[in-house]
């Protein structure tokens, strides 16, 4: 018999993530997955990770394995501030931020610094599972914003802030999961705006804005931050190495206002202690080795290649049975259902059709916090090379 452990009451605020459910049924030999939300491990720039953890040892090994400091590995930390003021980020030095275990921990750890039971927290419908998960850990109620094709819509923001006085506002302004779609530069704007006129926490959550296809995306909300007067004071922007690097890794970091790192800090002492010293000065290695852009414009390249395949493909395949928009970078394509024609309209029971047809989605249900459109779905094209994203695409045509 085993013992039912007394286990704490904020486990009963979270369960396991529907996403990994549907995991176990991938092992069926020969599916096509589109489910995934990672990069494609045969983009991973073995030799140069090889190079630097190999430099990292010879050059530097009493700090490449030895404890380090919680805020980071210094070199580290001046390669990502040197990255950010590349791409527009004025005013943030390697002082200024923090590395962390993966930008999840930094989500983890706003959440742990920021959130009481009871508090109220909007986030984008639909949003990252895992923000959502972790949020509703330290008891947030969570209060869901809606969306278009070019992410939040400020006025129904402004209007729940109004209403719901939040403790912190989370986005994914930039190629956003689940809906790879990109706040446009207006928005941010006025987004920036909300935040210091309500004085209100806005995190930007930000691990795809390096992964666009044609043209770059719009600055982020960090580095527009400062033509926006008093905004850089309730902005927190969390950035990975994750996707365009390695996830592997775990580098993530963290900027946001002294008062909130200095907390952020105490509490990843409690935790960690530091992320991976080893990791660390493996991925300022790399940085400092200048093979960056080029992995960079490589990704770029097969992942645009990708969505342009599977977006031709479900146009092509699918017809009016499902509309979405196509992504100007990221993983994902977020699509919704039309039910037209008298085909299935209903996210979760296509998944199932589909895994018949040897394909596999994520159902678009559980990115929601609150109001769920059952109609809508995720598919990955990162994975899959362009012949089994057009054999799967077909699989789904013949699933609907
Ligand atoms: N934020 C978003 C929106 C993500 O999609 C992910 C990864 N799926 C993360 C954060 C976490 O990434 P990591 O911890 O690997 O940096």
Redesign the pocket.
Known sequence: MTASLPFASRLSKVETSAIRELFKLLGKPGIISFAG??PDAAMFDVDGIREAANAALEQEPGAALQYGATEGYGPLREQIASMMAGKGVRGVQANDLIVT?????A?DLIGKTMISPGDKVIVEGPT?L??IQCFRLYGAELISAPVDGEGVQPDALEDLIREHQPKLVYL?PTF??PTGATLTLERRKRVLALAAKYQTLFVE?D??GDLYFDAPPPPSMLALSSEVDGSRDWLVH?G????VLS?GL?V?WLVGPKSLMANAVMCKQFSDAHTSTFAQATAAQYLHSGRMPDTLAKVRKVYAERARTMCDALERELGTALSFVRPGGGLFVWGRLTGQGGKVADGNEFAKRAIEQGVAFVPGTPFFAADADKATLRLSFATADLQRIEEGVQKLARAL
């Open positions: 939300g990672f275990t993966g930008s999840q921990q989500l990252f895992a923000t994914i956003g999961n959550d691990p795809y969390c990975s190495l994750s996707k996830p775990r993530g």
